[in-house]
């Protein structure tokens, strides 16, 4: 038996069919892997920005904490001494939170001042937290104060002090506290800083003195 092989066979390519289907493949597993390209890029920026308020969250607690720790009972005076204001308020009826004394102010640059600094901390109607403080501490009402922004997207910021009264421990949620022959001088300060997103922190101060 004699079996004849063609001389030539010509190479069989790819139908326009299976090149249609091969680029549709193609074009689902693109669309497949931008969308999870795209997931991972937002997961990514949410982490990073959630990283940054409790990185912000964090340092705001530490400096709220340390102005609290170095708190000192220094009140300051007007311009021309004709006036004084309390070393220690919080009393809810004036636009910021919280102001007082604190020690502790470093000078590296050796300028000509103390190491006691007046401060503030207020919050604006857009919900950021900010810090304040005077270059001096007398005079303050003559005088504007310097501010950082601390954080933002605070829901609540709240200030409780304990006094102790007859053995018994009594939390102001204002000072100086409203009763009549109430202590002059608190002995912790407790705050709670409640941030959307983040949820609610509170620290326990003790304070000199």
Known sequence: MIIHKPLHQRPRGFTLLELLVAIAIFAVMAALAAVSLNAVVTQKALADENY???????????????????????????????????????????????????????????????????????????????????????????????????????????FEFLVIENSQSVWESVWPPLRVGAANWPKAVRFAIEIDGLGRIERLIEVPG
């Open 52 to 158: 940054r308020e409790l990185r912000s969250l964090q340092r705001t607690v530490q400096i709220l904490s340390d102005d609290l720790y170095q708190l000192q009972p220094r009140g300051v005076r007007g311009l021309l001494g004709q006036s004084y204001e309390l070393p220690l308020i919080a009393d809810g009826r004036e636009p910021y939170l919280l102001r007082l004394s604190r020690a502790g102010w470093r000078n590296p640059a050796g300028f000509a001042r103390g190491t006691t600094q007046r401060v503030q901390y207020r919050l604006d109607e857009d919900g950021a937290l900010i810090r304040e403080y005077w270059p001096v501490l007398d005079a303050v009402l003559s005088l504007e104060p310097i501010e950082e922004v601390l954080l933002e997207d605070v829901a609540v910021v709240e």
